[in-house]
Structure formats: C-alpha cells, structure tokens
C-alpha cells in the first residue's frame, strides 16, 4: 500500500504564529495532493490542493508548498487565528477522481 | 440539510453483533466511499464504489462488507463485530476530485 506520512502529530501555537504540517509520500504517480480541514464532531472538508506542476499554492492564509524532487509538500498557516484549530489531514491520488491516500492528521492548536 | 447523510450518528453493540452503518448522499456523486478513523491513523479506507455495480476493497476490508443499493446509498456492514473495530466511520461522496463527508458514525464494540 503506497503511503503518505504526515508529521507533525500534534502541534500547538500561539496565535498569529505559522503552524507547518509537513507530508511525504512514495508514489510518484501521484499528481494530486489536497489537504482535509476537521473540526471536532465534524467530517473533513477540503481546504486547499495542489498539483505537482507547481511549486506553490495560496489560498487566504493558506500556503502549499510542494517540492516534487524530494517528494515532499507541506501547510503553512499565515496569521493562525484560535479557529484554525482543527485536525488537518493530507492527502494523495493518482489523479483527481480516483481514491485518496491519507496522511495520518495533525491536531492543531492555536492559543490565544 | 446534509449533502452526506450518515446513520446512527453513535452506537454501542457487543461483540459478535451484526452492525449496519448507512450513508445517503444528494449530490448525484458516482463514487463513495467508506473510511475509518484513528487517532494517529488517519483516515484509512474500507471500501470504495465507483457506481452501482462496482464494488471495491481499500486498505481495511477484513471484517468488513458494502452494499451499493442505489447512485445514493451506500451502507457498511460488520457481519460480527469485535472492540478493535470501535472507531469514527465516515462516508463520502465524490465528483471529479472533491471528497465530501459525512459528519461519522461513531461505533462502539463492548
């Protein structure tokens, strides 16, 4: 089973700070890498994705950065905000309809 | 109302019990699909159907089985259930790349 793992598990900061989850994966057929948003009691939700013909995706206060070479893409939150807090997941497939592989998540804090 | 529907929300059987988890979705989606959540697993996937007639086995499938009675039901059944597969469910629906999830059932196997 081709695997994508995600680090770190857990991760607190302060608000404004800039949480970085950080994934890497084996499979170089993939070509579609969304991250998934979970608020507790809730399913996830798309938050962001990026395909690996470019190296960087922003959304609001929401960054991807993907390194292709090093089969390597990470999530950086700009001005984190207490709401932010959620578990993020990331994710990876083949192409964008097929089956997505899943990081195992990041719970994220932010204090206020 | 929900885009994913899922059905019970929360449920606590005993082992050995036989245990249906269902899901409706009303965005017309073909595919579907069934995950297990752990903490520090992630999400790891059951089953998957791709239309009516396609049934696909994921990463977890043992102890496991689907139904796929119609575009917008899909519904997951432990034919006799044991604690380690206490765990959050979710199912989703899926369009050109977007996965769209249910709020999960939570299973609880005493």
């Known amino acids: 089973q081709q695997q994508v793992k995600q680090s770190p598990q857990s991760l607190i900061v302060q608000k404004g700070g800039i949480p970085i989850i950080n994934c890497a994966y084996e499979n170089t057929a993939f070509d579609y890498f969304p991250w998934y948003q979970q608020f507790p009691g809730k399913g996830p939700a798309l938050l962001i994705a990026i395909r690996p013909d470019v190296s960087e995706k922003k959304e609001g206060r929401f960054t991807i950065s993907f390194n292709k070479s090093a089969k390597q893409f990470s999530l950086h939150i700009m001005d984190s905000q207490p709401g932010d807090s959620a578990t993020y997941f990331c994710a990876a497939s083949i192409t964008s309809g097929s089956r997505l592989t899943f990081g195992e998540g990041t719970q994220l804090t932010v204090n206020p | ?110």
């Open chain 2, 1 to 110: 109302d929900a885009d994913v529907t899922q059905t019970p929300r929360n449920r606590i059987t005993k082992t050995g019990k036989r245990i249906m988890l269902e899901c409706s979705q009303t965005k017309g989606h073909d595919r579907m699909y069934w995950y297990r959540q752990d903490p520090g697993l992630g999400l790891r996937l059951i089953y998957y159907s791709f239309d009516v007639k396609d049934i696909n086995k994921g990463e977890i499938s043992d102890g496991y089985s689907v139904s796929r009675q119609a575009q917008a039901k899909f519904s997951l059944s432990l034919e006799s259930a044991i604690p380690n597969q206490t765990a959050l469910y979710f199912c989703a629906s899926q369009n050109t790349g977007e996965l769209f999830f249910g709020e999960g059932s939570r299973l609880t196997v005493l």
